[in-house]
């Protein structure tokens, strides 16, 4: 079965540095999502992507943050200069169609920002 | 704006039986999509069950089933014959029906199964 993933599954960055955190997702599918989760809260949103540009971003996705789907295959998304508090599990998700109600959650890139 | 509204930060249960989690949720669109994610601690999230919100009857998935009360806005999941692999956080999620719209979720519910 197809599914999304994500890597590194975990990274360790001192505050002030760039990171890139990798997507793959589902080939067929055209529409695309970040979301974080610091630990022990929930889940919240940070942007859609769809046909090579942003939909929807949250306020949390500032001036720092950018996204980008370089290729056909790889969904990314870049912290410009990390914060502490960016340290949070970052999820990708995917979707198929416009119809389709589901979003298919990749398992996650654990962010560490010392 | 939307929210979503777990009031039910722990629940526990006795291994096979069963359990009801709560969710309401706010909202002054008609046409919704309304999730169950299933967190374990390795932290991915996995669907447990959606439901359309213009279809009346609610939906099942095995041992997981909905009831979903459209005029009181109110999506609460029962977990039938619980088993320890139940475990987990579990949030509910809330999707506009437009587009490629985002999930806003709930703060979740911690889920023990006591063997």
């Known amino acids: 079965e197809p599914e999304v993933t994500q890597t590194p599954s975990h990274q360790v960055t001192q505050m002030g540095q760039e990171v890139i955190l990798r997507c793959v997702p589902i080939s067929n599918h055209l529409y695309f999502y970040w979301y974080r989760q610091i630990l022990g809260q929930k889940v919240e949103f940070l942007v859609s992507f769809y046909n090579n540009e942003i939909s929807e971003k949250s306020e949390i996705f500032d001036d720092q943050f950018s996204v980008e789907r370089p290729d056909g295959s790889n969904f990314t998304l870049k912290i410009r200069s990390t914060k502490l508090e960016d340290s949070a599990m970052y999820f990708c998700a995917s979707k198929r169609g416009r119809v389709e109600g589901e979003q298919y959650f990749g398992p996650g890139t654990r962010l560490t920002v010392t | 704006a939307q929210t979503v509204t777990q009031s039910q930060p722990e629940m526990s249960v006795q291994e096979a039986e069963t359990v009801t989690l709560s969710c309401t949720y706010d909202?002054?669109?008609?046409?919704?999509?309304l999730f169950w994610y299933k967190q374990p601690p390795s932290r991915q999230m996995i669907l447990v069950i959606r439901q359309e919100a213009y279809k009346q009857q609610n939906a099942t998935e095995n041992r997981f089933s909905v009831n979903f009360q459209k005029a009181a806005k109110s999506f609460s999941l029962k977990i039938s014959d619980s088993q320890l692999g139940d475990a987990a956080m579990y949030f509910c999620?809330?999707?506009?029906?437009?587009?490629?719209?985002?999930?806003?979720f709930g703060t979740g519910t911690r889920l023990t199964i006591i063997p």
């Open positions: 909202t002054s669109e008609s046409d919704y999509y």
């Open positions: 999620a809330y999707r506009r029906d437009f587009g490629n719209e985002k999930l806003t």
